[in-house]
């Protein structure tokens, strides 16, 4: 069950077309896959290079995917990296399975602490959506990714938003969904 929330989440929030206001120079593929290289000999739990790939770099939001996929090619011989808008690695996958290879932080963020984070990330991005005027929160961990869900009261389940926040308590992405 949780498998198929965070699946949803991560299906809903990819496709969230809202335009990114980062407070960062934005790097260039050169600069994100040099950051990952280098950190690979800093973090050894990372996935290794492989000995022969291609690679590809895209801008999703504030974040960086960097992906190698292996040659030959096969699903699940391939490597992604997500950085943030800072060209910190906050996520690493080796092939098709779950996140792996990198430790969460010690401090887990509470309830309280998520609702900050949103509440300055609404202050400085204007496209984020607002908060409703009354709201149930429901907050999901994904391994190290927090998932903060309002749902606007009284509940009709047409009304909610999600919030993405990445280990280090950054705001990743949002969606919102309405009915009307």
């Known amino acids: 069950m949780r498998f198929v929330l965070v699946a949803l989440l991560a299906a809903v929030l990819s ?35 492989f000995p022969r790939y291609r690679t590809a770099v895209r801008r999703t939001g504030c974040y960086y995917i960097y992906s190698e996929a292996r040659i030959p090619q096969a699903p699940d011989l391939s490597n992604t ?40 990330a609404r202050a400085e991005r204007k496209g984020l959506p607002p908060p409703y005027p ?11 990714w927090y998932y903060y869900m309002e749902f606007a009261l009284p509940e009709t389940g047409t009304e909610w938003q999600i919030f993405a926040i990445d280990p ?12 009307r």
């Open 81 to 120: 990296f997500r950085l943030n808008r800072h060209g910190v690695i906050v996520d690493a996958q080796h092939g098709i399975g779950p996140s792996c290879c990198l430790k969460c932080p010690e401090k887990v963020l509470t309830e309280t602490e998520l609702a900050e984070i949103i509440r300055k």
């Open 15 to 49: 496709r969230a077309g809202q335009p990114a206001l980062c407070g960062a120079p934005g790097l260039s593929d050169r600069q994100v896959i040099e950051i990952v290289h280098k950190e690979r000999t800093r973090q050894p739990a990372l996935p290794p290079a």
């Open 168 to 179: 280090l308590g950054e705001l990743v992405d949002s969606s919102r969904h309405s009915a």
């Open 134 to 144: 009354k709201a149930r929160i429901y907050v999901e961990r994904a391994h190290c």
